[in-house]
């Protein structure tokens, strides 16, 4: 048997054959006769007998190099306003895309069938445009965006350039925040299934308040060393399921941010990059709630972290109702965290307030890791309480340093591996947690 991560990188390398052997055919056949490749691109709207809209037949070039943005917006705008539509981006062509939104609400049922490849500019687009995403789905009910092709967000062109910079073709200066490939706002039952989206310059695939979401069997990838690319970002959003998936990029696979409940990720393959995280929460004094959350049947390699929960000193609310299960990790430096001193500078200051960490299980994480099995920091004030660990079993693949612990209250139903002895049991006293009555 092939490792995993082997047999599915000479898959994938396969198929990346398989499809440049199919495109150069495709080309070579095109520059003979004009017609040959471009079969869907001579099919005419058929109003009356189809709903069906073809981007090519909105007008776009599928060169790879025209702006087909228009002939995008008026593919969707057709088909918003028929029940059932297809807007259909149709394999074996490359579309260049520049920041879009398409605006819902549609008619029931519309379908967004990606079979080809929509790639974002070669040079990075600025804020002044009016949108800093790349492709945005807004205000959708009841839509699906499905397909076996690719959104390429060619993130290279910003992952280079240092955030506020001067670049030789524009005179403002870079955003630092960078643009998301893929993001869903204010919608609710939306699917998204079976796509690719890689090198997004900034978050690969985003939902902000949105409900009744379903992500499955997606693959996202981005180097490990390119900055901030978190795979898939929930904020605000409720009833939020992914499973099925691949996610390999070059910060979190997972971010759950606050505002979120009632999720649940499961059947996901992780890495590199840095594990499925909640957090970070409270940032400058911000309130922050995110509960009724389970990961389970999850795989995590070459990652920075297994799962984590990380908040800032300073802010309010909490992280409650929370299950980690079944997680398998293979040489990650921290599987099992909860970071209630989160500061992305060198040193923060401690306050007084936090947000509160509690009722958070970790059941059944195996594998192997490279610097700390456990670390569990929780706020002298805020101290993080019924926390279990059990059934834990990690083995070291470099000279490690011990679990850590501080101000953890809560227990662990079995021996772990290696031994926990930094729990503490009860309740913090004269710490009663009054903010878990807080609602968001
Ligand atoms: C959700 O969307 C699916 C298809 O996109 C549709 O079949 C279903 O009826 C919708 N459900 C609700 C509650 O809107
Ligand atoms: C997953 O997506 C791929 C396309 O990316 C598709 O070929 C495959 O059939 C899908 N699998 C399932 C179980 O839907
Ligand atoms: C927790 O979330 C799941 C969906 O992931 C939902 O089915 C369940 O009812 C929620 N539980 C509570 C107590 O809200
Ligand atoms: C703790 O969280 C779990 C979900 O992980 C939930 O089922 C349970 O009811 C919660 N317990 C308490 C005491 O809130
Ligand atoms: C904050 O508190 C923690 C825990 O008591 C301590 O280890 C850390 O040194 C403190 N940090 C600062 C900047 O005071």
Avoid at 242 to 247: A, G, L, N, P
Avoid at 278 to 295: E, F, M, R, W
């Amino acid at each position: 048997m092939f490792p995993p991560a082997r047999f599915n990188k000479s898959i994938v390398l396969v198929l990346i054959l398989l499809s440049l052997i199919h495109v150069e055919g495709c080309t070579r056949r095109n520059k003979r006769k004009s017609h040959d490749c471009s079969g869907s691109a001579a099919r005419a709207p058929d109003y009356g007998y189809s709903n069906i809209f073809d981007v090519l037949a909105y007008g776009a070039k599928a060169d790879g190099f025209t702006d087909d943005s228009k002939a995008f917006l008026a593919a969707w705008q057709a088909a918003c306003r028929v029940e059932s539509a297809v807007v259909e981006v149709p394999a074996e062509f490359r579309f260049l895309v520049n920041p879009i939104v398409f605006m819902g609400p549609c008619k029931e049922n519309i379908i967004f069938q990606i079979d080809g490849t929509i790639v974002a500019p070669m040079k990075p687009w600025m804020r002044s445009s009016g949108l800093l995403d790349w492709i945005q789905f807004k205000r959708v009910q009841g839509a699906t965006i499905q397909g076996n092709g690719l959104i390429d967000g060619r993130g290279s062109v910003w992952w280079g350039s240092p955030d506020y910079q001067l670049t030789r073709k524009h005179t403002k200066p870079m955003p630092a925040i960078k643009p998301t490939a893929l993001r869903f706002y204010g919608s609710y039952n939306v699917t998204v299934r079976d796509i690719t989206i890689q090198n997004s310059p900034q978050c690969h695939l985003k939902f902000d308040s949105c409900s009744s979401v379903d992500v499955s069997n997606v693959t996202i990838s981005s180097p490990a060393n390119s900055p901030n690319t978190d795979g898939i970002h929930l904020q605000n959003s409720q009833d939020v399921e992914i499973h099925h998936s691949t996610i390999g990029c070059g910060d979190d696979c997972v971010s759950i941010q606050t505002g979120c409940r009632d999720i649940r990720a499961h059947h996901i393959n992780c890495g590199p990059g840095h594990g499925i995280s909640i957090g970070s929460l409270g940032k400058d004094k911000t309130k922050a709630c995110v509960s009724n959350v389970t990961v389970h049947d999850v795989s995590i390699q070459d990652a920075l972290f297994g799962v984590r929960i990380k908040t800032w000193q300073g802010g309010s609310g909490f992280v409650r109702g929370v299950s980690f299960g079944n997680i398998e990790v293979w040489n990650v430096k921290i599987p099992i965290m909860i970071d209630q001193f989160y500061c992305d500078k060198r040193v923060c200051r401690n306050q007084t307030s936090g947000v509160a960490i509690s009722n958070i299980s970790f059941i059944e994480i195996r594998g192997t890791y490279a610097y700390k099995a456990v670390h569990l920091a929780c706020s002298d004030t805020m101290p993080c309480t019924d926390i279990d660990l059990s059934d834990i079993e990690l083995q070291a693949v470099a000279r490690v340093q011990n679990p850590f612990c501080w101000n953890t209250y809560g227990q662990s139903q079995a021996p772990t591996l290696p031994p926990l002895s930094c729990l503490q049991s009860g309740r913090p006293y004269n710490k009663a947690p009054l903010h878990t009555q807080d609602k968001c």
